[in-house]
């Protein structure tokens, strides 16, 4: 019942920009990265947690487990930093992937505004769309 009440905590989109389709994508595309993350933090993890337990049992000395602990406090601190599922979400106080991702955004929609970079690139890949289409379209008899 408690995953009930979690997803029911959830705030429901307003009858705005964030109940789009695009907001979806947005979505999608940020847990899609988040997950991705998470793989390599996990890919990176496991040989190092051997290599610490290992130190740990070798040369640990009275505290065998410290370098492993501190991999354990490492680990938890990226894993509040990814907030793969938002459970950590404190109204955006602290530092994480997705508002790291959000900064990110916000610069590129700035730089689109003001017709930087990124505007280009829309143009022309605008232009490159409107190509194919030409390109693709039967041709009309005379």
Do not use: Y
Not at 83 to 102: I, P, R, S, T, W
């Amino acid at each position: 019942m408690e995953t009930g009440n979690m997803i029911a905590e959830r705030k429901a989109p307003a009858d705005t920009e964030s109940s789009s389709r695009g907001a979806l994508v947005r979505r999608l595309v940020i847990f899609q990265i988040k997950l991705f993350t998470d793989g390599m933090r996990d890919l990176l993890l496991s040989p190092v947690s051997l290599a610490a337990a290992a130190f740990g049992f070798f040369l640990g000395g009275r505290n065998p487990h410290g370098a492993f602990d501190r991999l354990m406090d490492a680990g938890h601190a990226s894993d509040r930093w990814i907030d793969l599922f938002g459970h950590h979400q404190n109204g955006g106080q602290a530092v994480c992937l997705e508002k790291m991702l959000g900064d990110i955004e916000t610069v590129l929609r700035e730089d689109h505004a003001r017709g930087g970079l990124t505007a280009e690139a829309h143009r022309r890949l605008r232009s490159l769309a409107d190509e194919l289409r030409r390109r693709t379209s039967p041709r009309q008899s005379l």
